[in-house]
């Protein structure tokens, strides 16, 4: 299964919504998984289950879909969201991630 | 407090082999399904292998299938990688983590492995 997401870059004023998509190569169900990413640092949980928020996730972080289409929507994005985004499934014991979304100061 | 701490990596010529360890602390080490996960500068991170709790069950990513071992020992709460025949394109910096149902919950900082002669 292929994960691909859009756009590979997202420019986006502080106080501003941002929208980033993730899609599958084929269904995965809700089996998808959303991580955050700052410069230097190891990749953090953010969602699963395609839109639970892990422990810790501020609530202003939504993920939606199922199937192949998928959604991580940041509401009034605040200066420490700014960060590569990736997007995980896990299928039995292979687990594949997309090639990530850098959200950005606009 | 959960710690995953990284070491081992370093410069290789392509051909070689180096030995990755990750040390754990925080949480039940020998219950925990544990995984290495690889991330060249500007990608998206790639996984490699992983081990279950009781080292009896381990899967490699096709990349890795056959240079590539995954070891634990769970009285030093310790996972290890044994990478052999290693080429340029290994180069990556090498996460630990643990995975609970299918999602990786803690992450090391890494190790980075560079290959080149």
């Known amino acids: 299964i292929v994960m691909t997401q859009s756009p590979a870059t997202l420019s986006v004023s502080l106080g501003e919504r941002a929208t980033l998509s993730c899609r599958a190569s084929q269904s995965v169900s809700s089996n998808l998984v959303w991580y955050q990413q700052k410069p230097g640092q190891a990749p953090r949980l953010l969602i699963y289950?395609?839109?639970t928020r892990a422990t810790g996730t501020p609530a202003r972080f939504s993920g939606s879909g199922s199937g192949t289409e998928f959604t991580l929507t940041i509401n009034s994005l605040q200066s420490e969201d700014f960060a590569v985004y990736y997007c995980q499934h896990h299928n039995d014991w292979r687990w594949t991630f997309g090639q990530g979304t850098k959200v950005e100061i606009k | 407090e959960v710690q995953l701490v990284e070491s081992g990596g370093g410069l290789v010529q392509p051909g070689g082999s180096l030995r990755l360890s990750c040390v754990a602390s925080g949480f039940t080490f020998s219950n925990s399904w544990m995984h290495w996960v690889r991330q060249a500068p500007g990608m998206g991170p790639v996984w490699v292998s992983r081990m279950n709790g009781d080292g009896r069950s381990r899967n490699y990513a096709d990349s890795v299938e056959g240079r590539f071992a995954i070891s634990r020992d769970n009285a030093k709460n310790t996972l290890y990688l044994e990478m052999n025949s290693l080429r340029v394109e290994d180069t990556a910096l090498y996460y630990c983590?643990?995975?609970?149902?299918?999602?990786?919950?803690?992450w090391g900082q890494g190790t980075l492995v560079t290959v080149s002669s």
């Open positions: 289950g395609a839109s």
């Open positions: 983590a643990n995975s609970v149902n299918g999602r990786f919950v803690y």
